[in-house]
């Protein structure tokens, strides 16, 4: 038997937890330089706010109805989800964390023990709210897949509170057929538009298919959705994840720049970012594509950019931000108000299979990055950077409506007076 345990809107709910005064009040919680709702705790949800949607277009309808507006707080959310993925951990014999608020468990050694799955969900529940005051919703079923439907039942059909058990062909049956396809784990919008043509609503349509014949009609991964939808386990979380074949880094802008030098150090920690992630997986690009825009909404859209080709594939922090600089000029254009910048890391290879050139001397230095990442990693991110890299305020996010990071900052430890 599977689970899957998951926040249920978890930045949302994740803002509640150390201000009990906002528990009862719509909240919603803001992207990146506070540009769009990301999320909204149910309450919000009731108000029909548009999700994704610019905040400035649903900036009077949260006004009117007394919403609760927060920014992203990723240091709170990432503390949170640490602490309940430990405690959901504890469940089980095998946990794989999916995401920063979702997480499958595995029941190998339990099976035997547990007499009413209900029971124990609930249990789940009330531990996870009882130690951290997140709500959560916990689906159980034979495959992943089944476990997903269920807990998809678990938050969002009626009759259920919270927990949702397939076990048998009756409650497979009973939730699959309120399902649509799009619900479906792997499935999604763009599938579900292409299976409405072929005359497949629901999950449980889905799962009546031929598995081969939906492989030749999309692909081997729709094929085990199918396998997994009538109780056929198809995924293994002991298999080796893909590496990814382009890392990014983008963001825009707290607020409009024009200075070369602004535009050089958001570049730069932008490279430093890829770099620490090629070094994560192991991985080295052979090109780098660096670019910067200003705004559509400008009287004159500009945008330009150029795809560095390294000689030999590379890693080095260093050895790109060098790359930057040489190609800078051809980027950067005077008067322009850019809006948003990225570097991206394009044609990654393992840097264990490496061909060496030999009209190209290798100066990588993989020691120096070693050292860099290591310190990084035992004091903070960014406590050790390239001098070029200092930070501007001018181009860090807008965060106008952040909340105190309870549980990573000294200042912002929630206090408790007595009279």
Not at 68 to 96: E, P, W
Request: glycine fraction near 4%; charge should be positive.
């Amino acid at each position: 038997m599977y689970a899957l345990v998951d926040a249920v809107s978890f930045y949302a709910s994740a803002e509640k937890v150390f201000d009990p005064a906002i528990r009862s009040k719509p909240v919603v919680v803001l992207t990146n330089n506070d540009g769009c709702v990301c999320a909204m705790c149910p309450i919000a949800r009731h108000l029909n706010i548009p999700k994704f949607g610019p905040y400035f277009k649903v900036k009077h309808l949260l006004e009117q109805n007394n919403v609760v507006i927060r920014s992203s707080n990723y240091a709170l959310y990432a503390d949170l989800s640490d602490k309940m993925m430990n405690i959901i951990g504890r469940f089980c014999d095998t946990q794989h964390i999916y995401s920063i608020d979702e997480s499958f468990l595995n029941f190998n050694g339990y099976t035997s023990l547990i007499k009413d799955w209900h029971e124990y969900g609930h249990t789940i529940r009330r531990t996870v709210w009882r130690e951290t005051k997140l709500p959560v919703g916990v689906g159980f079923g034979p495959t992943p897949t089944l476990a997903k439907a269920a807990n998809h039942a678990a938050k969002k059909l009626s009759g259920f509170n919270g927990v949702a058990v397939i076990d048998n062909e009756a409650s497979r049956q009973a939730i699959l057929q309120r399902m649509s396809c799009q619900d479906v784990w792997g499935i999604g919008k763009r599938l579900a538009k292409k299976l409405k043509i072929m005359n497949i609503h629901t999950a449980w349509q889905l799962a009546q298919q031929n598995p081969k014949t939906i492989r030749r009609a999309f692909s081997v991964v729709v094929e085990r959705t199918v396998n997994e939808l009538n109780g056929i386990t198809c995924l293994n979380w002991d298999d080796v994840r893909q590496d990814k074949r382009e890392i990014y880094s983008t963001r825009s802008f707290g607020e409009r720049i024009s200075e070369p030098t602004a535009l050089k150090t958001a570049l730069i920690n932008h490279i430093t970012i890829v770099g620490r992630k090629l070094r994560a997986q192991k991985s080295v690009t052979k090109q780098l594509y660096i670019f910067a825009a200003s705004s559509s909404h400008e009287d004159i859209f500009y945008k330009k950019s150029f795809v560095y080709q390294f000689t030999t594939p590379t890693n080095n922090t260093c050895i790109m931000a060098n790359a930057l600089s040489e190609v800078f000029e051809q980027i950067y254009r005077p008067a322009v108000r850019f809006y948003k910048c990225g570097v991206g890391a394009l044609e990654l290879t393992s840097q264990q299979f490496q061909q060496s050139d030999l009209f190209d001397q290798r100066s990588d230095n993989p020691q120096l990055m070693n050292c860099l990442d290591a310190i990084n990693t035992r004091y903070g991110k960014g406590m050790l950077s390239l001098a070029s890299s200092k930070l501007n305020e001018r181009w860090h996010m807008n965060r106008d409506f952040l909340s105190p990071q309870y549980t990573t900052r000294w200042r912002d430890i929630p206090k408790i007076y007595c009279e």
